[in-house]
Structures are given as C-alpha cells and as structure tokens.
C-alpha cells in the first residue's frame, strides 16, 4: 500500500448542505487517522475547506464554517468534492465557482459532486455526454437545464470516467467511502464504514428512501387509517375486495380513488410496503429469509425473493450477508 498523502478539497459556501461538506470530509479523516492497517493509512489525507473567500460561510441549517483557504489560494489537489447546498443554486455563487471549476478540474485526479453539487459542475461543460445523478427531488430539473447529461434519478452515486455524482445527502458518505476503498483497498473502507456505523456499500438505490415518504404524505384522507392498519397486519389478506370492505367502499371505486391518492395500485403499494418491512426484518438475528417472507405476507419465498431483487438489485440473502458483514464484530 502506498504511503502517499492525498491532498482533498471540499468547496464550501453560504447556503452549503452541511452534511455534504462534513460527511465525506469525516470519511477521509477517519481513513486517515486511525489505525486500522498497523499505522499504514495515517496521515494519507489531508482535507482542505475551500471557501470563495477567507471569511466564514454559514450552511443551509446556520452551522458557521471557517475555510482553510480561498479559491484563489487552493493547493494543488488530488480529490475535489462539490458539496450540494441552495447557495450553489445562487448566481453569484454559481458562477464564481463553475468558473474555478473550469480552469482547475483539469488538474485535478478526480472530481465528486455530493447530492445537488451537479449544479456547480454541469455548467463547465465537463460533464457532457457522461451519466450522473443527483438528488432524486432535483433529478427532472438538471435534466432540463442540461440536457447533454443522462441523469440517473435512482442511483446513489456513479462514476463516469474520472468524475463522480451522488444523490440524496447521506450518499455523499457512500461516495467517500467508495473512494477510500480505490486508494485504500476494501479493508480499510470497511474499517471506516464500521467506524462510521454506515453501510460499506449500501444496498438498493434512492428510490428505496424516497418512495415510503411519498404514501405517507399523500394518506390525508380516509386512507390515513388505512394505511396504518395495512403497516400493521402485512400477514393479512390485503386483497382490494378485504381492503375494500375496511375503507368501506366498492372494489372499483376503492382502486380508483387509491390511484388518485398514491398513484399506484394498491396491490402495488402493499408489495411494495411488505418488501420495505422485509428488509428491515431482514437483518434482525435469528432470521431466515423464509420465515421474513411469511411475516410479512409472502405465501411463496420465491416470488419473495424475485420480487425483493427487482426491488431492491440484491437477493434478500445477499442483503442479509452483506448487513450482518458489515456490523459484525471482528470484521
């Protein structure tokens, strides 16, 4: 392994996402100052807060931050991060900051934008023609602002070449970590993963994250107890006519009003709440992935373990494995 300390950047400004900035910047302190690899992967990182200026910036949330230097002062850089942040999304920050971006990402091994940190990067032209992501609330607009982009909405961060995207917040944290792994080699990602308490590398996409809150927000109405008695009875038969019969309305007008409400049928929102629960379940000790498949509704642990794959990309016993790797003792 090598010993060469790699320089890191993290751009900050006013309106910065707080947990953009210090998220992956915790991920390379960890790597680089414990000893997770007999004293070997000390001192490999050095993080440097960027500002546009020498003065403090305050995030989104009212955190102050004070940067080790300014724009025009940033030292030579080995990893670049572009944090996401509404004051990214302001002109006069924008601007200052693609303009930069232009004239340094050249030099720069790799470049990572962090959630809507796309924002800062896209109007340099440097993404052209490369697959991103960004936040999935944010996916449709950058798609229309620059189209000369392929935005994936669902994954939590891709590697294009040498420039990574991430979405949501947290996913700034598995693209860290991702990066550490390609310095450092899988053991060392591991250690600070297990030092973090976080995923090493985290199952499924962002839609996993997102798509619960959606039912929930939407269940105003005489859904809303409903709703919470599906949660509670995943066992049950949840077929439209007894679901139906509980909101106390026909099947056909049930279905059509569910749709209205949730955009979705409703044997499609069960499927999807009971294999959400199972995954949860899932990494509880003492249990298979059959006995999860029959708690929560599943008459067959194959359809179950098809269905779970579409939904999430790993195999349920993949996932269980991949947790109980993870947050195991000794690993």
Not at 72 to 93: E, F, K, M, N
Not at 197 to 204: A, D
Not at 291 to 299: C, I, L, M, Q
Request: one cysteine or more.
């Amino acid at each position: 392994m090598t010993k060469r300390m790699r320089r890191v950047g993290v751009l900050g400004f006013d309106g910065v996402n707080a947990v953009d900035l210090v998220g992956p910047t915790e991920v390379f302190a960890s790597a680089g100052r414990a000893d997770f690899t007999r004293g070997e992967s000390k001192g490999l990182y050095q993080t440097h807060v960027i500002g546009l200026t020498e003065d403090p910036f305050t995030s989104e949330s009212g955190m102050r931050f004070l940067p080790d230097c300014r724009l025009t002062d940033a030292p030579a850089l080995d990893t670049l991060i572009v944090p996401g942040g509404w004051g990214l999304r302001r002109a006069s920050t924008n601007t200052a900051i693609s303009t930069w971006l232009r004239s340094r990402a050249r030099k720069i091994r790799r470049v990572a934008c962090v959630c809507t940190g796309v924002y800062g990067l896209a109007p340099t032209g440097l993404l052209d023609g490369r697959r991103v992501t960004t936040h999935w609330r944010f996916a449709e607009d950058v798609s229309k602002q620059f189209p000369q982009l392929t935005v994936d909405p669902k994954a939590l961060f891709i590697k294009d070449g040498r420039f990574y995207t991430s979405g949501g917040v947290t996913a700034g944290i598995d693209l860290a970590l991702a990066l550490v792994e390609e310095d450092l080699g899988p053991r060392v990602a591991l250690a600070v993963a297990r030092e973090l308490v976080v995923f090493l590398k985290r199952p499924g996409g962002q839609e996993q994250f997102s798509e619960p809150l959606r039912f929930q927000v939407h269940s105003a109405d005489r859904f809303a107890d409903l709703i919470a008695w599906i949660s509670a009875h995943l066992e049950r038969d949840l077929s439209v006519p007894q679901l139906a019969e509980r909101a106390r309305l026909s099947p056909r007008h049930f279905s059509r009003r569910f749709h209205e409400t949730f955009g979705c049928t409703p044997a499609q929102y069960v499927d999807n709440l009971r294999l959400t629960e199972a995954r949860e379940r899932l990494t509880a000790p003492g249990r298979t992935v059959d006995s999860v498949a029959a708690s929560v509704g599943f008459t067959s642990a194959d359809v179950f373990r098809r269905r779970f794959r579409k939904r999430f990309g790993v195999a349920p016993k993949n996932y269980r494995e991949r947790f109980l790797t993870a947050s195991s003792p000794g690993v």
